[in-house]
């Protein structure tokens, strides 16, 4: 995923920046990067490797090295960034949140009418910022180039510039995935991923962009560049998985969302009679936690949570680059709370089942450690599709899926021209599906969240969510 933040003020604001960035570091764990501009300095830059050491670790003291009165910064879970560009439109840092599909096209039909180069990295990719710099350089206009430059990916750019008048320019993704906020207050304004980063910072919500909408902010003013679409297909796991539990998006609440959502899932299993009888009801640790106290209030079974994830030592399960290693990371983290597993009728409560690799390991912990029984309930319906448009499930094949590696197991190949009958518990072929999984998986039972139960719990147009992951619609 990834997210930013910039400020455009009349005093330094470096530090409020390298602030506002940790506060987007559930969102990556690859890189991280700052750029300031200064009337004296010019431009600076840095760029520090996070996936071993948090992002504060690495931009300590930063203050002391990069100064300005305007500052961007990010958490990037793929291409190195900031970029600094030298362009016809003047020296500028760029960053941008998003996948481009396209990139290999993009550049080749590039390169094929321009003189230009591009630098390779590893596996011959080109940098994702790289490519959208250059394509906006083909227009009269920085705003005129980013619109065009953004239009022609297949995937999803919203991006964030700093210019050397010290002004931001910002635009939101052209269908909306991914959130843009504006904040203000006296004496700068701000944009930014997640808007309780800027509100830690003295910042009051200005607005958030509509999709495809442009901007340039001063210290006193935002003008608009480009009107945006009221049509827009944001992504529903920012509720569900990715987003913090403060954070809000189209005026949502995340943390509220989860809890709606897991009162819902109770809901529907009191009316489908499948709802179970156990002694807790508990979240996997941490997203799921909020939606199982939803299911917990509306079922009437006491909460409870039979382990702790120990995060002093491993703030993050994902660090690691090798899955090996992760996975035993995750397990190292869990620690039990014995009287409330042994001889116990447990119910856990879990954002999503990607792969389901991590959680099948969290039910043996569990049984290990004397669970009478686990039942296992998903926030989200059975994932069928590897996202297209972001990174939650992009590095993830089809036949990575858990569902639709047990679809294969059942029907082979052929099963896939049922996946709506297969999502469907209420169908044979959605009964089987969890059964195998049960199965498969050690499960007591399993049921998933609906996709009319998930969208009645985020709460917007059903028309503007991004539900690709689960029904595969665009």
């Known amino acids: 995923m990834g997210g930013f933040i910039g400020i455009t003020g009349k005093t330094d604001c470096v530090q409020d920046v390298f602030f506002g960035v940790d506060y987007h570091s559930h969102l990556g764990k690859y890189r991280a990067g700052m750029a300031s501009v200064d009337i004296e300095k010019g431009f600076q830059r840095e760029i520090h490797n996070i996936e071993n050491s948090p992002f504060r670790t690495k931009f300590d003291n930063i203050a002391s090295r990069l100064a300005g009165k305007a500052c961007i910064g990010c958490i990037s879970d793929a291409d190195t960034q900031p970029l600094l560009i030298r362009s016809k439109f003047g020296i500028y840092a760029i960053m941008l949140v ?57 995937g999803s750019v919203s991006l964030l510039l700093l210019k050397e008048d010290g002004h931001l320019v910002a635009a939101r993704d052209k269908c909306g995935r991914l959130p843009v906020h504006i904040g203000k207050r006296d004496d700068a304004f701000c944009v930014s991923f997640e808007s309780f980063a800027f509100e830690k910072l003295g910042f009051e919500s200005y607005c958030e962009l509509k999709a495809g909408e442009v901007v340039e902010l001063s210290p006193e003013d935002m003008t608009v560049l480009y009107e945006g679409t009221d049509d827009m297909k944001i992504c529903a796991f920012l509720w569900t998985y990715y987003g913090y539990p403060n954070a809000s998006y189209e005026g949502i609440n995340v943390e509220m969302m989860r809890m709606r959502n897991g009162e819902i899932l109770a809901r529907q299993e009191r009316e489908n009679g499948t709802l179970p009888q156990v002694d807790y009801v508990s979240g996997v640790p941490d997203s799921g936690t909020p939606h199982a106290i939803g299911y917990a209030n509306e079922s009437g079974n006491r909460f409870a949570r039979p382990f702790i994830k120990y995060t002093p030592a491993w703030a993050r399960s994902f660090i690691p680059t090798n899955q090996e290693e992760r996975n035993k990371i995750a397990k190292m983290k869990q620690v039990p709370v014995n009287e409330l597993i042994r001889d116990k009728d447990l119910l856990f409560v879990d954002d999503s089942i990607v792969r389901g690799t991590q959680l099948r390991e969290t039910v043996e912990f569990l049984y290990n450690n004397g669970a009478k029984s686990v039942h296992m309930r998903s926030a989200c319906p059975p994932i069928m599709y590897g996202c297209k448009y972001l990174n939650f499930s992009r590095n993830t094949s089809d036949m990575e899926l858990l569902a639709r590696t047990v679809i294969a197991e059942l029907e082979g190949e052929q099963g896939f021209a049922y996946v709506d009958e297969y999502a469907d518990g209420t ?48």
């Open 98 to 154: 998003g996948v481009i599909n396209n990139d290999k096209e993009l550049v080749d039909e590039y390169l094929q009418g321009s003189a230009g180069i591009f630098q390779c990295m590893s596996g011959n990719r080109v940098n994702s910022t790289e490519i959208i710099a250059a394509l906006i350089e083909k227009k009269d206009s920085l705003a005129e180039g980013i619109r065009y430059a953004c239009g022609l990916v297949d």
């Open 427 to 474: 169908t044979e072929r959605g009964k089987a599906l969890r059964k195998a999984i049960c199965e498969k998986m050690h499960f007591d039972s399993l049921e998933y969240q609906t996709l009319e139960g998930m969208i009645e719990a985020i709460g917007i147009d059903p028309c503007k969510v991004c539900t690709y992951c689960w029904n595969g619609k665009e």
